[in-house]
């Protein structure tokens, strides 16, 4: 058995008929992973012990006669920045190095409740932040479909780990892409819920008004699956919406005809890679033969968002990553010199370059004299981007763009030159600023055999009709499997 | 925006981290180059524009009871960092 060519929906199905046990599952998955894992690099931790006992726990309850959930024995990767009781949580930085969290994020507790099993931590560019896993404080992760290319990031390990056939289902986070453009790198599907639709209690703060956790899966029906589970309000995160998320997965083969997809021309610009934005306007044409209308859409202000983007994320990230200090978590130089050396010591030897670079610009953006300028201008900014989405959602229900300008670039090609780094996350930040919710789904491969994503944006909350549209494209586009 | 390589030690001393030697000159041309880029941001008057910190459902916080739960793991927080122990703070003159 091959988990890359199978769903949570038939997995399941399988134990219940006691075709399949959620033992051999399991620990077929760490075999595939003692295997593949040395190429990909997805994992960064694994946890086959109390995966197989998880899993014990499955079957003994198919046997009693009990019945399971729809992610129950289905193994699923967790992106290290987010907090797994007991088990270490690194945030990809030597910073965090020996942390085990003394508890676990809202969703994972909801997950494992539901029975899905947590088959290890996945691989990230260091504290999220990045566009191809390369900024991680241990390893670089590869991309299944070509080793020389990048995973995308910063959920990189997530992205690959579905790719392969590591697990079925991953857990990623996303501050400006980092669940979508891994999932476009890597072919799956990758939905960023509404900022408040998913408890952020656990993930680890990189941007707090940006963050929000999201999933990644072969198929729509997996992820939606997945976001009933871990969304809902959580008393633990102010943030977190009192806002009913029934009814997603049951959805989602309600036919779209008349729903109107907006095509924003900001997004079409010069110097677009030629395949991506044929492979888009073939899926274009794939809504309108679903009976969609199609309209010509302005987002005016969608130039500027990257400038804003890394105002707030750097200022947002300066803040939180303060409290990494050798106090509290992981590593601690010595400070022979007193509490302020060694403060200094272990934020040097602990943080890696890009992050310490978004730190020093986000500190700069709050600085005296430029909080005006930078941080407070970048917030107002952001009101115009929110209200261009407002105003869109008046005249369509859904925006449709490319994921990423390109498909997957080659390791290396980037990672000196941050500003260019910085741009390839040009259509996946939006969606962050403004708060709403996103998905990318395959929409086809490059010449070189490269996936490509095509992006899906709803208004606040609409997860359900984005989902409904998404798997509707899969199914026309034979990108589904059963 | 020119970032001098002094701009770049102020910084990093308030962020508590220091920039190495070797670092500095890189780090002050890296940061130049993207506060230039954001510099577009300055084409837009925003001035009677409000500002977006967060956009949260409803436009306000959620708030629970004040009331103590038992929470899963604090018993735990105290012994996996070693009841927090730092070096000393103060020294002598």
């Given amino acids: 058995m091959n988990l890359k060519n ?105 997950l494992r409740g539901a029975g899905a099993i947590v088959i290890g931590k996945t691989n990230l560019d260091e504290f999220a932040m990045g566009s191809s896993t390369e900024n991680s404080g241990f390893f670089v992760t590869r991309n299944p479909h070509n080793l020389e290319r990048v995973p995308g990031g910063s959920s990189g390990g997530s992205a690959a780990s579905v790719a392969a056939g590591l ?54 029906r997996e992820c939606a699956q997945t976001l009933e589970i871990m969304g809902g309000f959580d008393a633990y995160d102010s943030t977190s919406a009192e806002i009913p998320i029934e009814g997603v997965a049951r959805n989602l083969d309600r036919p779209i005809r008349g729903i109107r997809i907006g095509i924003p021309r900001e997004y079409f610009v010069e110097g677009m890679d030629r395949e991506v934005k044929d492979r888009l306007m073939a899926g274009v044409k794939l809504y309108e033969g679903l009976g969609c209308e199609i309209h010509d859409i302005s987002l005016p202000h969608t130039e500027y968002a990257i400038a804003a983007y890394y105002l707030i994320a750097t200022a947002e990230a300066s803040s939180n990553l303060a409290r990494y200090d050798g106090v509290r978590y992981g590593l601690r130089e010595n400070g022979a010199g007193g509490l302020h050396e060694m403060y200094r010591k272990t934020r040097m030897s602990g943080f890696g370059k890009e992050v310490k670079r978004r730190i020093l610009l986000g500190t700069y953006a709050l600085s005296a004299g430029y909080y005006d300028a930078y941080y407070l201008k970048a917030l107002r900014v952001r009101t115009l981007i929110l209200r261009d989405f407002q105003k869109a959602f008046e005249r369509v229900d859904l925006v449709l763009t490319p994921t990423a300008p390109t498909a997957a670039f080659k390791i290396g090609e980037k990672i000196d030159d941050p500003l260019s780094m910085y741009l390839s996350d040009i259509f996946t930040i939006t969606c962050n600023l403004a708060g709403l919710p996103g998905v990318s789904i395959p929409c086809g491969k490059n010449s070189e055999g490269l996936p490509i994503g095509l992006q899906l944006m709803a208004n606040h909350f609409q997860e359900s009709l984005l989902l409904q549209a998404a798997h509707n494209f899969e199914k026309a586009g034979g990108f589904e499997i059963s | 925006m020119k970032i001098s390589e002094s701009d770049v030690e102020y910084v990093a001393g308030l962020a508590n981290l220091e920039a190495l030697p070797d670092e500095k000159k890189e780090l002050a041309e890296q940061l130049s180059r993207i506060l230039d880029y954001v510099e577009q941001l300055n084409r837009l008057d925003v001035s009677s524009v409000e500002p977006t910190p967060q956009v949260v459902a409803g436009g306000k916080h959620a708030v629970r009871d004040d009331r ?25 003159r």
């Fill in chain 1, 167 to 220: 697990s079925l289902v991953a857990l990623g986070s996303d501050t400006g892409g980092s669940v979508r453009q891994p999932a476009s790198f890597c072919g799956v599907v990758g939905l960023k819920p509404t900022y408040g639709r998913v408890s952020r209690y656990g993930l680890v703060a990189f941007a707090s008004s940006l963050d929000q956790i999201g999933v990644l899966a072969k198929t729509v």
């Fill in chain 2, 68 to 92: 103590v739960v038992a929470r899963t793991g604090s018993s735990e927080a105290g012994r996996t960092v070693q009841l927090f122990k730092v070096p000393k703070v103060i020294t002598e």
């Fill in chain 1, 6 to 110: 199978i769903t949570a929906d038939r997995l399941v199905s399988l134990y219940r008929s006691r075709d399949l046990s959620a033992t051999e599952v399991i620990t077929e998955a760490f075999r595939e992973i003692d295997r593949a894992d040395k190429d990909i690099r997805a994992f960064i931790s694994l946890c086959p012990e109390r995966a197989l006992e998880e899993a014990r726990r499955v079957d003994s309850r198919v046997a009693a006669g009990e019945s399971i959930g729809p992610l129950a024995g289905v193994p699923i990767a967790i992106k290290d920045n987010i907090a797994t009781r007991g088990v270490a949580t690194t945030c990809g930085s030597k910073i965090l190095q020996g942390y085990v969290p003394p508890y676990s994020a809202t969703a994972v507790d909801r």
